[in-house]
């Protein structure tokens, strides 16, 4: 988990340089907050295969450039309690790549599609009878996506977006799935 916060807080620090940068003119780009869920493999999670997700999409690009840079951030989990037993999965990935966005003239809507590279961090935890075991391992992969921006006005719009990941982690001697195929609605700004 220290990685991915580590990865997190890399992020964190590259959003805001590149909120600053955009402010100097000749970029454009959108940073949205988005709630979904996301599907795991049922073999590899059989309680825990839908998971409840929340994340941040982020891309940027100049003005000149085709596609434009994405790095989004998702965490995901799920809880099962069994009596005074209780089974918990999470998941949390780092997708950075490219991100085409379309323009529908006469429209608000903004479709785009994209793909890259999954850092995917993944965790089981089991408590039983008052003992908590807990697996965790990050694993590198790729991801895909597409969705669309609705503009509400030249600055705020609301989203959807699909995307599907793949990258195996080995929990507990087992190897596991960790990407999955996540559905989210998003709201953000674009500048």
């Known amino acids: 988990m220290k990685s991915i916060t580590t990865q997190a807080a890399a992020v964190a620090a590259t959003l805001l340089l590149s909120l600053t940068a955009a402010q100097a003119g000749d970029w454009s780009g959108n940073v949205s907050g988005m ?89 089981s935890k089991s408590s039983t009878g008052g003992t908590t075991t807990t697996y965790d391992d990050t694993a590198s992969g790729g991801w895909v996506g597409a969705g669309a921006y609705y503009d509400l006005t030249p600055k705020f719009h609301l989203g959807l977006d699909a995307r599907y990941s793949r990258a195996e982690v080995r929990l507990n001697g087992e190897d596991r799935e960790a990407g999955g195929t996540n559905l989210a609605v998003s709201a953000g700004y674009h500048w």
């Open 35 to 123: 709630l979904g869920q996301k599907s795991l493999d049922d073999k590899d999670w059989p309680d825990a295969d839908k998971q409840s997700s929340i994340g941040m999409l982020l891309d940027f690009k100049r003005t000149d450039w085709p596609v434009s840079i994405a790095i989004d951030l998702m965490g995901t989990g799920d809880e099962n309690k069994h009596g005074a037993d209780k089974d918990e999965a999470y998941t949390a990935e780092m997708n950075i790549g490219l991100r085409k966005i379309f323009t529908v003239d006469g429209t608000s809507l903004r479709p785009y599609v994209g793909g890259g590279f999954a850092s995917i961090y993944a965790e």
